[in-house]
């Protein structure tokens, strides 16, 4: 059933004054939702109700504690709607259902953590350098915008709302076009935890007309962006402009190293899960996989049998691991790579297609991809897929390994499989990306900083000091002299 969304604009549930436009189910296509975009105005009405509601009593004078009380009552509304959320996500973007639930899950324990950061926040007294007691304190920018992708929606709304508001900030959001529902639906649960209105507004639509409203308005005091690096690199530019902070979590092409002691069965369980998991629509799908020449063949045959056993197919069943990628245009651009890795000259030891028969032909699918025979300078071992596609690399002398993974343009996540942990920590340290893992893949926790380097872009997420990241530093000197200045009266 085709269900009409609304927008929340300025603490008002109204249609957007654009063109309506529809989101579809990519499990088969059907139109799931209809609603009206954004447009330059949208923004206006809704950044100006944020200035003017940030500066209100209902928000401005609450205390960390009491930001803290309203933090905790949205946690408890995703809890108390987990379900309901986690079906609608499924439509949204055609993620199992599992992984639905573990993302709202992870979004009710992101606006948890947040909670107590803001709870316990302290200044700081820093130590006296002279006649005088110094202090820093962190003050909320003001009107900070988000622009969130359509992979992960409600984890990565709730890894942006959760901070800002418990910094004191008010939010404006650009969902992604084609899944704004999560993000609806957090403003619903928002409204009814006790956010005042215009603290939060919602505005769906394009990228070229809200986003860069979003970013290019002199009352927007930062913006948080997680999605592509050339949109990132666009918004840094238009940033740049007005001298206005930005964190941008971009792109990845993650290495996984497997070591010649490495366990076999959780080396394979754990690079399957890193490329395959998500259908591979992840910026941390671990991509490329670098394993030792002396077990490569060994590998090679575990990782293919296991390809073999995973459940592609209809989101909704709860043995599902990979589902749809997120739309027809998304999957074209995914076998436009593939084939790229072909006339490239790899070989292609396991899908390279699209399932057929049933839903499928219906549906946006894609069967997991394994490559071979691929020069890690190769196009498709250099950029990101976005999809279930792994280019397997051998590999000899282990620094020639470090030198492979690192000539990247991106560096955001990284995986190594060894029993040694003294390797481990040896080759983390120089892998140049902003997370490792050491034995796993794709674990978080909110409380660990998220970040990452080069191309990947800056700023942190996550972690209690990500508060900071929507705040100014302000210090304090309070004179101790008893005497007046001596410089006047000599």
Not at 429 to 458: C, D, E
Request: charged share 20%; net charge negative.
């Amino acid at each position: 059933m085709t269900e009409q969304l609304k927008s929340f604009i300025a603490g008002q549930w109204r249609d957007a004054s654009g063109p309506e436009y529809t989101t579809e189910y990519p499990h088969d296509g059907s139109i799931v939702a209809r609603l009206n975009a954004a447009t330059a105005a949208d923004v206006d009405e809704a950044v100006q109700a944020a200035e003017k509601a940030r500066h209100q009593p209902a928000w401005a004078k609450l205390k960390h504690h009491e930001r803290a009380g309203i933090l905790y009552r949205i946690a408890t509304g995703i809890r108390e709607r987990a379900e309901e959320l986690a079906q609608l996500q499924r439509l949204d973007n055609g993620k199992p259902i599992k992984e639905c639930r573990a993302l709202v899950a992870s979004a009710a324990g992101t606006f948890q953590f947040f909670a107590a950061a803001a709870e316990t926040w302290e200044d700081t007294i820093t130590p006296s350098r002279g006649d005088f007691v110094s202090m820093s304190v962190n003050e909320p920018l003001g009107v900070v915008g988000a622009i969130t992708p359509w992979n992960s929606p409600i984890a990565s709304e709730a890894q942006k709302l959760a901070p800002a508001l418990a910094a004191g900030c008010a939010m404006v959001f650009k969902p992604a076009e084609i899944t704004p529902r999560m993000a609806l639906e957090l403003a619903k649960i928002c409204q009814q935890a006790g956010v005042p209105d215009g603290i939060v507004s919602v505005l769906p639509g394009k990228g070229s007309i809200v986003g860069d409203a979003l970013v290019k308005h002199p009352l927007i005091k930062r913006i948080a962006f997680t999605g592509g690096t050339t949109v990132g690199m666009g918004i840094q530019r238009l940033a740049a402009e007005k001298l206005m902070p930005t964190s941008l979590e971009l792109g990845g092409k993650s290495p996984t190293i497997v070591m010649p002691d490495a366990d076999l069965d959780h080396a394979v369980a754990g690079v399957l899960y890193g490329i395959f998991s998500s259908s591979g629509e992840s910026c941390i799908a671990g991509s490329r996989a670098f394993v030792h020449e002396s077990l490569y063949d060994e590998f090679k045959r575990r990782l293919l049998e296991g390809v073999k056993k995973l459940r592609v197919g209809d989101p909704s069943r709860e043995d599902t691991q990979m589902g749809p990628l997120v739309n027809l245009g998304h999957r074209a651009s995914v076998e436009k790579y593939v084939q790229l890795g072909r006339d490239e000259g790899g070989t292609v030891l396991c899908g390279g297609e699209r399932p057929t028969g049933g839903y499928f032909d219906g549906g946006s699918y894609y069967l997991p991809t394994i490559f071979e025979g691929l020069p890690n300078s190769a196009r498709m071992c250099q950029e990101e897929i976005f999809g279930p596609v792994l280019a397997l690399l051998p590999w000899k002398d282990e620094d020639d390994l470090i030198a492979q993974c690192n000539d990247n343009m991106f560096g955001l996540a990284s995986g190594i499989w060894t029993r040694d942990f003294k390797n481990a920590w040896r080759i983390g340290r120089a892998l140049q990306t902003g997370t490792v893992w050491v034995n796993t893949y794709k674990v978080f926790s909110i409380s660990t900083p998220f970040s990452g380097v080069k191309m990947s872009g800056y700023g942190q997420e996550k972690g209690r000091l990500g508060i900071l990241e929507y705040t100014s530093q302000k210090s304090f000197y309070f004179g101790l002299n008893e005497a007046p200045m001596p410089w006047a009266n000599s």
